[in-house]
T-cell receptor, first 111, second 113 residues
Framework: EDKVVQSPLSLVVHEGDTVTLNCSYEVTNFRSLLWYKQEKKAPTFLFMLTSSGIEKKSGRLSSILDKKELFSILNITATQTGDSAIYLC???????????FGTGTSLTVIP | SQTIHQWPATLVQPVGSPLSLECTVE??????LYWYRQAAGRGLQLLFYSVGIGQISSEVPQNLSASRPQDRQFILSSKKLLLSDSGFYLC????????????FGPGTRLTVL
């Protein structure tokens, strides 16, 4: 059965800390992995990863994929209170039309 | 540009009452449409997806149903709500034929009392 597992489930850090969020997957015929940030309502897209070892970067956020070990990490450096959110990982297989979402990591950044 | 609408934004319903949540997409044709439920502070659980008018795939057995009466309209329904149906319901769309990104609507917060 295809599945996506995120860890940790929740995390509380202080402003300025660096965090690493994990996403591992078992999905047949992997196509791409996506990271989303969800604050109060709709998830917003962060990154899409399709190739191993190529880091995607946007400001203080970066992400990388390891297709051999079947996982991805999302790094946030110099965290700010505005980074507090649920971070969702989703995997899209080549076949079918559905995305497999992980359970999310709830990040709280305290001043 | 494409936009996705959901309504209502919040809903409080008694147990045993019916439900109808609506989602519409503008600015694209023949989208894949999805309904997700999210329990408080958790990830997304796929409920239904649709690749075309009248085509619904159900992922989780439950007392909910979905319909797609028009190309860009997706409806989530129930005849009798349960307490466990409470949650945050998100509609999403993606370009058909397996494009890589899903776009989410603003969601509906449903509380069943």
């Amino acid at each position: 059965e295809d599945k996506v597992v995120q860890s940790p489930l929740s995390l509380v850090v202080h402003e300025g800390d660096t965090v690493t969020l994990n996403c591992s997957y078992e999905v047949t015929n992997f196509r791409s992995l996506l990271w989303y940030k969800q604050e109060k309502k709709a998830p917003t897209f962060l990154f899409m990863l399709t190739s191993s070892g190529i880091e995607k970067k946007s400001g203080r956020l970066s992400s990388i994929l390891d297709k051999k070990e079947l996982f991805s990490i999302l790094n946030i450096t110099a965290t700010q209170t505005g980074d507090s959110a649920i971070y969702l990982c989703a995997v899209l297989p080549n076949t079918g039309n559905q995305f497999y979402f992980g359970t999310g990591t709830s990040l709280t950044v305290i001043p | 540009s494409q936009t996705i609408h959901q309504w209502p934004a919040t809903l409080v319903q008694p147990v045993g009452s019916p439900l109808s949540l609506e989602c519409t997409v503008e600015g694209t044709s023949n989208p894949n449409l999805y309904w997700y439920r999210q329990a408080a502070g958790r990830g997304l659980q796929l409920l239904f997806y649709s690749v075309g008018i009248g085509q619904i795939s159900s992922e989780v057995p439950q007392n909910l149903s979905a319909s797609r009466p028009q190309d860009r309209q997706f409806i989530l329904s129930s005849k009798k709500l349960l307490l466990s149906d409470s949650g945050f319901y998100l509609c999403a769309w993606s370009v058909s034929l397996g494009y890589n990104e899903q776009f989410f609507g603003p969601g509906t917060r449903l509380t069943v009392l």
